[in-house]
């Protein structure tokens, strides 16, 4: 019975951590929440879709937004921008939370910003 307690353990601990950069996690909104470690140019915010594509606001006014495709290998996000700019790099979700690590050693955190549907009665 301990046997079967333990390898269940596993499977779940196994499940919780593998499935945490999924790239269903990673589709909606998110927001920059800090930054003050982060070395590439910050995006404000950045909305990903179910179909690979999504959208970013710059803090840079010369840059007020861009269309990007985007891909999820583990826990390495690849985008490329509609303007032929490219990044990679490694990520961890955990909750509402979205570190991007940069290749230097730096990193951003953002926050999943939940949407709320309300319906009018009419």
Do not use: H
């Not at 950069?21 to 998110?30: A, D, E, F, P, V």
């Amino acid at each position: 019975m301990k046997n079967n307690l333990l390898i269940l353990n596993l499977i779940i601990s196994f499940i919780l951590i593998n499935g945490c950069n999924s790239s269903t996690n990673l589709i909606g909104k998110w927001v920059l929440e800090d930054d003050k470690y982060a070395s590439l140019p910050m995006v404000q915010s950045m909305e990903f879709f179910k179909d690979g594509t999504g959208i970013t606001i710059f803090l840079e006014e010369s840059m007020i937004g861009d269309g990007f495709t985007w891909t999820l290998d583990s826990n390495r996000l690849r985008i490329t921008y509609y303007t032929g700019r490219a990044y990679a790099y490694n990520i961890g979700i955990k909750g509402i939370k979205l570190t991007e690590y940069y290749d230097d050693g730096s990193y951003a955190i953002y926050n999943k910003q939940k949407i709320i549907y309300i319906k009018n009665k009419i």
